[in-house]
């Protein structure tokens, strides 16, 4: 990295963001209470406000959200006349899944390899670590020449919609000129990278009821209906042969335009097993940045240990449908709901409940904040080039604030390269990723004010 008094900055505060990524991690964050305290969500938020207090934030607010949980709010007033520049992270987390496949403890920062180790790291907490270097370090060189809000979310990885909804009953609180979403990431380490678009999404539970309970397979088996062999039917009409997805109605054949994926590099990236084939069809982008993508995250059925004979008289599962830029998600949840009814055999009796929701974001790649932000990525990254690429992943609240304030510029980076396995046992971040966003940031701030 170049030389500057900003970078010099950050490269000096590293030890202490380790620090306070560490005890930010430490709360078991996930913003779902039967499966974890609220106190440990209420806890992290509790310490989201106390750094942006510390910092000199103004009007710092937990924002109790429609869906039950906290979000944080915080507004740092720069110049006379300055822009505003609304920053967003998430202080919650996903669950850790199988705490047995981790190498160290979830919820304990441990260094290993060079990078740093625990759930929520780059997903989104680094993210909060990320705005706090950079607001530091531009601090501690002339000033901070814009206004900032800072908004840390503590619902985004349930996907219940309570900032988003929220936002939409107080529009006057997150108006900004340029919105920077820290929950993205780089194509890889050490490439620069905005993402231009998410994928929206939806959730839906499917219940299918066959007996009035479960039956002898010995004694009524053959002619009983299956419930989970109807719903092993079901979620197998959603794939084609090749895997693609198969939602009646809903267009899989979109192509993507701008950085491809390379397929080898794809393997890697997703620790594809030797001689398993990948799925679906086209180029890999199309396939995780243009195209619907379903995915079966969940399903109520007997474990195989303890399990009896038994023909099982009902069964559940939980559907992830990720829905391509273009595509309205409430229409598609409706397509999705329709194709579960109709492909549901022997007249089992089927019953679906959306439990989730976010629509699809594109970015306007124009704007002068994104010259802006290539000209910092030019100096935080030396002799690399600023890329667009897609994200499979969704982000609801991005098309929620391209409705509130449709004149505001929305660039997203962020944390989460491949090697940060977000969402899976051993997420991880990149120090060197963390300490090169920040500058990249602060600088952007500082040429866009600018601009």
């Known amino acids: 990295m170049s030389s500057n008094p900003v970078a010099e900055t950050i490269a000096s505060l590293m030890p202490r ?13 996930v913003a779902d209470f039967d499966q974890f305290p609220r106190s ?9 406000a106390d750094a942006l207090r510390a910092e000199g934030f103004q009007d710092v607010a937990l924002l109790d959200t429609p869906d039950g949980t906290q979000s944080v709010y915080g507004y740092l007033p720069g110049p006379a006349g300055a822009k505003t520049v609304l920053l967003y992270a998430h202080y919650d987390v996903q669950p850790p899944l199988d705490e047995a496949a981790w190498t160290t403890p979830p919820f304990e920062l441990t260094e290993r390899d060079g990078r740093w180790y625990g759930r929520g790291a780059a997903d989104c907490k680094g993210g909060v670590i990320m705005h706090l270097l950079a607001l530091r370090a531009l601090k501690a060189n002339g000033g901070v ?4 809000k800072v908004i840390a979310e503590g619902s985004e990885e349930m996907g219940t919609g309570g900032l988003e909804r929220y936002a939409e009953q107080h529009p006057e609180l997150l108006t900004a000129d340029t919105i920077v979403i820290g929950d993205a990431g780089n194509f890889r380490v050490g490439l620069p990278t905005v993402t231009t678009t998410l994928r929206g999404m939806t959730l839906v539970r499917v219940q299918v009821d066959t007996l009035a309970g479960n039956l002898h ?36 054949t979109e192509r993507w335009d701008g950085l491809e994926y390379d397929e080898e590099q794809f393997r890697s990236d997703a620790k594809v097993l030797d001689g398993v084939e990948l799925i679906g069809d086209g180029s890999v982008a199309d396939r995780i940045w243009s195209r619907p993508a379903v995915t079966v995250i969940g399903i109520d059925c007997p474990p195989v240990v303890g399990a009896t004979p038994s023909v099982q008289a009902s069964a559940r599962a939980l559907i992830s449908l990720r829905v391509p830029p273009g595509v309205d998600a409430a229409e598609a949840t409706k397509l999705l ?17 959306q439990v989730g929701q976010g629509q699809a974001f594109r970015a306007d790649t124009t704007s002068p904040a994104y010259q802006a932000m290539a000209d910092a990525m030019a100096v935080a990254y030396p002799g690399e080039t600023m890329q667009y690429a897609g994200q499979g992943g969704s982000i609801p609240l991005c098309n929620t604030l391209a409705g509130l304030y449709p004149e505001a510029e929305i660039l997203l980076i962020g944390l989460s390269e491949p090697e940060a396995q977000i969402h899976a046992a051993n997420e991880s971040v990149s120090p060197e990723e963390l300490e090169r966003l920040s500058v990249a940031e602060a600088l952007f701030l500082r040429n866009y004010a600018a601009s």
């Not at 709901?337 to 409940?353: D, K, L, M, N």
């Open 17 to 29: 963001a380790k620090a306070e990524l560490t005890e930010l991690v430490a709360f078991k964050s």
């Open 40 to 48: 440990e969500s209420e806890g992290a938020a509790g310490w989201v």
């Open 145 to 148: 020449p814009v206004n900032v």
């Open 217 to 252: 397979s010995g004694q009524f088996g053959g002619a009983a209906p299956d419930a989970l062999a109807a719903l092993v039917r079901v979620l197998d009409s959603l794939r084609a042969e090749d895997g693609s997805t198969t939602v009646d109605g809903l267009a899989a």
């Open 337 to 353: 709901q329709a194709h579960i009814e109709s492909h549901t055999p022997w007249g089992a009796q089927v019953r679906t409940e």
